[in-house]
């Protein structure tokens, strides 16, 4: 079984990206800020990490550049509700970017494909 | 006496603020640069951009591997998508289109700490004749009508990112600027039968205030009615419209006068944040009498607030003249 680190600040979105990756058969690790998600990252070693770029503290591409010198190959899929985020060049180091929405059904399928490869 | 200067292509005044009389160290705030983190743009982590479409490497070096001395990418996640129909459409008074373009990114060099204005002359060449060579592989697409190429130096100029690179997107529409630009050059052209930039070329070698620097083929100045502080242009001494249909052999005495500049803007003003952009004559009308291409470079020492969005004027508080002499 698949696991995905689930990083969120929001509980309620966090939750609901629980569930439905859930239903799919996956299995969740969370984290609601940027250093638990590199802790929980050290310690889970998931297979694809869902990660917030608006978060209090190390914001999401932070996260990802420590991330990325741990790892340079777990997929990293950037979720942000700004779409200012999209001209900034740092974003090209996570596997895909897709804008918050209250519809799962773009990052459902984004998952599905990077977990498929 | 603070002074009303008008630009004489576009007819734009800005207000030369004299008194203000700032000098280059008033300007002088160190950028802070970010260190560590991962760069997608440096060698090695090739699979992490898209394939490139076009680079400088040894012959035997195969695609998407290090080895390159520049690269060509398509942005990874592009602001317009360059599959599909325009389907022009309008709604009421309303016009709109598909949102077509091309999003490229030029990673000019290898190295993560390097600066335009640090690289040796030849290398700045081949930035110089990379962008010529996308232009012209680009309007190979009927779809789009100009080409836009810019450059972000610095945080606070737009670049999220320190490995030296500039951008390339390919519009389907001529922007907004541009046409101020041609209509302004058309309209005196039809007037006086002369290029204004010419005219203005002229002028300027005249009076010798506002020159920075020239040699065989290319001019640099502040000009009259700078908008900004240090604003500088770059055109061909000869009349020119096009970019990408100049000879290449000028291209060596470009990219030297562009690194001249770029050099004396980071001794005068301690590596300024800056933008620089290409202004070139749109494919519909390459080769024409009244626009001559040029390059604009904008350090960014002041903010643009509610007056000069209100009003389309600026205020700049350094005199051209004096931001010349600087410069010299």
Redesign the interface.
């Known amino acids: 079984m698949s696991k995905i680190l689930v990083v969120e600040d929001e509980k309620n979105v966090r939750l609901l990206y629980k569930e439905e990756l859930q239903d799919l058969g996956y299995e969740v690790i969370q984290a609601s800020n940027g250093g638990e998600a590199v802790e929980k990252f050290d310690i889970h070693r998931p297979d694809l990490i869902i990660l917030d770029i608006q978060l209090a503290g190390l914001n999401g591409i932070?996260t990802?550049?420590i991330i990325?010198?741990k790892s340079?190959d777990v997929p990293i899929i950037l979720c942000t509700a700004y779409g200012e985020y999209?001209?900034?060049?740092?974003?090209?180091?996570s596997d895909a970017?897709i804008t918050k929405s209250a519809d799962l059904k773009e990052l459902l399928s984004i998952v599905k494909k990077i977990l498929a490869i | 006496m603070p002074e009303l200067r008008k630009d004489p292509i576009i007819g734009r005044w800005v207000i030369i603020s004299t008194e203000r009389g700032k000098r280059p160290s008033s300007f002088q705030t160190p950028e802070k640069k970010s260190t560590g983190g991962f760069c997608p743009l440096c060698p090695g982590n090739e699979d992490k951009t898209p394939p490139e479409v076009f680079a400088y490497r040894p012959f035997d070096s195969p695609p998407n591997t290090p080895g390159w001395s520049l690269r060509v990418v398509p942005n990874k996640f592009p602001a317009l998508r360059i599959e599909g129909e325009l389907d022009r459409r309008g709604e009421g008074i309303y016009d709109k289109m598909n949102g077509v373009g091309a999003h490229e990114v030029i990673i000019e060099c290898p190295d993560h700490d390097e600066t335009l204005s640090s690289v040796p002359t030849s290398n700045f060449e081949k930035v110089l004749l990379t962008y010529r060579s996308r232009i012209n592989e680009l309007y190979k697409d009927t779809r789009f009508k100009y080409i836009s190429i810019f450059r972000n130096q610095g945080e606070v100029a737009g670049a999220s990112l320190a490995h030296p690179h500039s951008q390339l997107i390919a519009l389907p529409v001529v922007p907004k600027r541009l046409m101020e630009e041609l209509d302004g050059a058309k309209g005196y052209f039809n007037y006086k039968e002369r290029c204004v930039y010419c005219d203005i070329i002229k002028q300027e070698k005249k009076q010798d205030v506002r020159i920075i620097s020239e040699n065989q083929e290319f001019l640099s100045i502040v000009p009259f009615a700078s908008r900004f502080p240090f604003e500088i242009w770059i055109f061909p001494r000869q009349h020119n419209s096009s970019f990408e249909e100049t000879p290449e052999w000028k291209y060596t005495f470009l990219a030297e006068i562009f690194s001249d500049v770029l050099k004396r803007l980071d001794m005068a003003l301690a590596n300024p944040p800056y933008n620089f952009m290409l202004h070139t004559s749109p494919v519909s009308e390459k080769i024409n009498d009244y626009y001559h291409w040029h390059f604009e470079i904008i350090p960014r020492l002041t903010r643009v607030a509610g007056f000069e969005w209100g009003s389309g004027f600026y205020i700049n508080p350094t005199a051209p003249e004096d931001a010349a002499k600087f410069l010299r």
């Open positions: 932070e990802m550049n990325r010198k340079r999209k001209r900034d060049i740092r974003t090209w180091a970017y």
